[in-house]
């Protein structure tokens, strides 16, 4: 079975640094994925969709995401930290329905 | 935009009540999604439906049941309240029945307490 696993409940950075949250899938055949954030009390948003044949994918708010298909990996990054960026982020796997990590809270730090 | 309306931000309610938790999207989507989301377990699939009248269970649907009467509205039923179904439920829907490749679109949450 299809699953996403984000390493990393927790991720803390200062502001201005760099933000990695690591996210990989099991699968033999390249899935859609998603990146999605909770910002405290709301639903989730759409961050990014990986579409396929790229390998570096562009989302809102300056985050953009890797599709690493030997290592079945899918990595967020941003260059640098925002106090705004504090959330929780989900990476999410879409075989024949959506199927999220335990999701990752970062903490930007001044 | 597409909005997912959830109709409680939060509820209370008793060990053994009917509880109802309504979801009303409002771009003609065909397909609708409820997840439960628990701090260290993520999302978790309860029902989905990709058409009116059509359901079908998720990952976790024990103690819950679905109603897709009208194509915009996806209830959740609590038949019985437990309290291990404190937590945050969310509604999404999407485009694309074979493909929801567009990402689906979430509401709110409603955080229920069951006491």
């Known amino acids: 079975a299809q699953s996403v696993t984000q390493l990393g409940s927790h991720v803390s950075v200062s502001e201005g640094a760099l933000v990695l949250l690591r996210c990989n899938y099991s699968?033999?055949?390249?899935?859609?994925l998603f990146w999605y954030v909770q910002y405290p009390n709301q639903g989730l948003q759409l961050l990014l969709k990986?579409?396929?044949?790229?390998?570096l994918v562009k989302g809102i708010n300056g985050f953009e995401a890797g599709f690493k298909k030997s290592e079945t990996s899918f990595h967020l990054t941003k260059p640098s930290a925002h106090m705004s960026d504090a959330a929780e982020y989900f990476c999410?796997?879409?075989?024949?329905?959506?199927?999220f990590g335990t999701g990752t809270r970062l903490q930007v730090f001044p | 935009d597409v909005k997912v309306t959830q109709s409680s931000r939060y509820l209370v309610k008793r060990t053994g009540e009917k509880v109802f938790l309504e979801c009303v999207q409002d771009?003609?989507?065909?397909?609708m999604f409820w997840y439960r989301q628990d701090p260290g377990l993520g999302l978790r699939l309860i029902y989905f439906s990709y058409d009116v009248k059509m359901k079908e269970k998720g990952d976790i649907p024990e103690g819950y049941s679905v109603s897709r009467e009208k194509k915009e509205r996806f209830s959740l039923i609590l038949e019985s309240a437990s309290t291990n179904q404190t937590s945050m439920y969310l509604c999404a829907s999407s485009l694309d029945p074979d493909r929801d490749r567009y990402g689906y679109t979430f509401g709110s949450g409603t955080r229920l307490t069951v006491v």
């Open positions: 990986y579409t396929t044949g790229a390998t």
């Open positions: 699968s033999s055949v390249p899935p859609y």
């Open positions: 771009m003609d989507h065909e397909n």
């Open positions: 999410a796997v879409l075989t024949d329905k959506l199927i």
